[in-house]
C-alpha cells in the first residue's frame, strides 16, 4: 500500500504544470527514498539514514522514482 501511495503522489507531481512570474517551470519529477519504522530503524536518525540511502538510490538509477530500503 505505502508502495502504490509513492507513486501516485509521483506521478501526481510529474503532470503539474508549474509557471513562476509568468516563465514554465518545465517538467516537475520527484526521487523519494521510503523507509518505515520500525522494520528499517527504531529512531529518528537510523530511520532517516535508511531514508537517505534510498533516494541516493532513486536517483543513481535515472531520477523520477521512489525506492524503498
Do not use: C, W
Not at 33 to 56: Q, R
Amino acid at each position: 500500500m505505502l508502495r502504490e501511495r509513492a507513486e501516485i503522489v509521483r506521478k501526481s507531481i510529474e503532470t503539474l504544470s508549474l509557471t513562476h512570474q509568468g516563465e514554465s517551470l518545465g517538467k516537475i519529477t520527484l526521487s523519494a527514498g521510503v523507509a518505515m519504522f520500525p522494520i528499517h530503524g527504531v529512531d529518528n536518525n537510523s530511520i532517516i539514514a535508511a531514508a537517505d540511502t534510498a533516494l541516493y538510490k532513486a536517483k543513481q538509477n535515472g531520477r523520477n522514482r521512489v525506492e524503498f530500503v
